[in-house]
C-alpha cells in the first residue's frame, strides 16, 4: 500500500488537526527537555554562587572578626599603657615620701631613680596624675595608706615631669664621702 493512500483515508482537516497535535506534543516535549536540562545546570551555577557567596561570607565574618580582635587589643594596649603612666605616678610619689624620711637608705634613693627613670619614660598627663591623686586619696580615705597627701605633696604631684626636668625634687641627696 502505497504511503499516500493513508491520507486518502481521512479527510484534510483531521489531517491537519493531527498534524498540529504532534507538532504542539513535539514543541512541549522539547521545551520541558530544555527547561529540565537548564534547571539542571542553572542548579550547579547556583551552588558554584552559593559557594563562592560562602566564602565570601566567611571572608567577611573573619575579617570582622579580626577588626574586632585588633580593637580589642588596642583597647587593652591603651588601658595598659594608662596603669603604667598612673603607676610611675604613685611609684615617685611614694619614693619621694621615703626619701623625706629621717633617715632614708641607700635603697630608697635607687628607688627613687628608678621612678623617676620610669616617669621620664612613660610622661604622665595631666589627667593620668589626677587620677594618681585620687587614688592616694581614696586609699587614706578607707584606711589602706597612713599618708595623707599635704598641699606641698599634691603641688609636686602635678609638676612632677617640670620638676624632674629642672631637678628640683623637694628630697635632697646626702653628699657622699669620696674617702
Known amino acids: 500500500m502505497d504511503l499516500y493512500a493513508y491520507f486518502d483515508l481521512f479527510p ?5 488537526k493531527i498534524l498540529i497535535k504532534v507538532m504542539l506534543t513535539l514543541i512541549i516535549i522539547i521545551c520541558t527537555t530544555v527547561f529540565i536540562i537548564s ?3 542553572g542548579n550547579k551555577r547556583n551552588a558554584n554562587k552559593q559557594q563562592a557567596a560562602k566564602s565570601t561570607l566567611l571572608k567577611n565574618t573573619y575579617e570582622i572578626y579580626r577588626r574586632k580582635r585588633d580593637l580589642q587589643n588596642l583597647r587593652y594596649e ?4 594608662r596603669k603604667r603612666r598612673v ?4 611609684f615617685i610619689a611614694n619614693s619621694i615620701r621615703h626619701c623625706q624620711e629621717e633617715y632614708p637608705s641607700k635603697k630608697d634613693w635607687q628607688t627613687l631613680d628608678r621612678a623617676i627613670s620610669a616617669v621620664k619614660e612613660y610622661k604622665p598627663q595631666y589627667r593620668d596624675i589626677m587620677v594618681a591623686i585620687r587614688y592616694c586619696k581614696i586609699e587614706y580615705a578607707i584606711g589602706s595608706c597612713d599618708k595623707n597627701l599635704s598641699k606641698q605633696d599634691l603641688f609636686t604631684l602635678r609638676n612632677i615631669r617640670q620638676l624632674i626636668a629642672a631637678n628640683q625634687l623637694p628630697v635632697s ?7
Do not use: D, G, H, Y
Not at 484534510?12 to 491537519?16: G, N, Q, Y
Not at 591603651?78 to 599603657?81: K, S, Y
Not at 603607676?87 to 604613685?90: A, E, G, I, P
Open 12 to 16: 484534510p482537516t483531521v489531517l491537519i
Open 39 to 41: 534547571a539542571i545546570r
Open 78 to 81: 591603651q588601658r595598659e599603657e
Open 87 to 90: 603607676w610611675s605616678v604613685l
Open 173 to 179: 641627696r646626702p653628699m657622699l664621702n669620696n674617702n
